[in-house]
């Protein structure tokens, strides 16, 4: 059974920093990711990995947060760096095997304070 569990949330200041982790459980998926939503709005990519390590991120996000992956551990980290109030929105973790086999994460709010 396939199961992801974030952790990492939380409310940070403007210009502060998190990192968001998600443990996979149940099998070995090509590529990894963050997305997130926000009240309203339709859910975004924010960074995606593949077992390989090549990357691929929203455009708002480059050059402030880092995606990266633990093979090992079957686990992706997104470090999110220069926080901004619109960076605030559920984050949701993705993993998927196929382009049609894709799983989520339960989510976890990161809320940024101006």
């Known amino acids: 059974q396939v199961q992801l569990v974030e952790s990492g949330g939380g409310l940070v200041q403007a210009g502060g920093s998190l990192r968001l982790s998600c443990a996979a459980s149940?099998?070995?998926?090509?590529?990894m990711g963050w997305y997130r939503q926000a009240p309203g709005k339709q859910r975004d990519l924010v960074a995606s990995?593949?077992?390989?390590?090549?990357?691929n991120y929203g455009d708002s996000v480059k050059g402030r947060f880092t995606i990266s992956r633990d093979n090992a551990k079957n686990t992706v980290y997104l470090q999110m760096n220069s926080l901004k109030p619109e960076d605030t929105a559920v984050y949701y973790c993705?993993?998927?095997?196929?382009?049609?086999?894709?799983?989520w994460g339960q989510g976890t709010q990161v809320t940024v304070s101006s």
């Open positions: 149940g099998s070995i998926f090509n590529v």
């Open positions: 990995i593949t077992t390989g390590g090549s990357t």
């Open positions: 993705n993993a998927a095997l196929t382009l049609r086999v894709v799983y």
